[in-house]
């Protein structure tokens, strides 16, 4: 008898352990994940649907999107001599912009 009980108890703990390695797997994948509002995902899906693809490249395609209009809104082009003679208040923001 007691060495069923020993075999029970390892299947238990085997069982144990393969669930515990699943829901730590599980949890590694959802921390990449993000939540959508049900509204938008139906709305993103029908395209996706119309456009043979998935709302998850739909997703990434906006966020590049919206990365590259962050970065380029970020950046500052450069003001050009001439720009400054025609407008001497262009002298005063670049002073300005030194001083940050």
């Not at 938008?40 to 029908?46: D, R």
């Amino acid at each position: 008898m007691n060495k069923y009980k020993r075999f029970i108890q390892s299947q238990y703990e085997k069982a144990k352990s393969t669930a515990s390695g699943f829901i730590a797997s599980r949890n590694e994948e959802e921390e990449g994940t993000i939540e959508l509002n049900s509204q938008y995902y139906v709305e993103l899906k029908a395209i996706a649907d119309k456009q043979g693809t998935n709302v998850q490249a739909i997703v990434n395609e906006i966020i590049v999107q919206y990365l590259v209009s962050v970065n380029t809104q970020n950046k500052s082009t450069p003001i050009t001599l001439e720009q400054k003679e025609d407008n001497p208040l262009l002298y005063l923001d670049g002073i300005c912009k030194l001083e940050d």
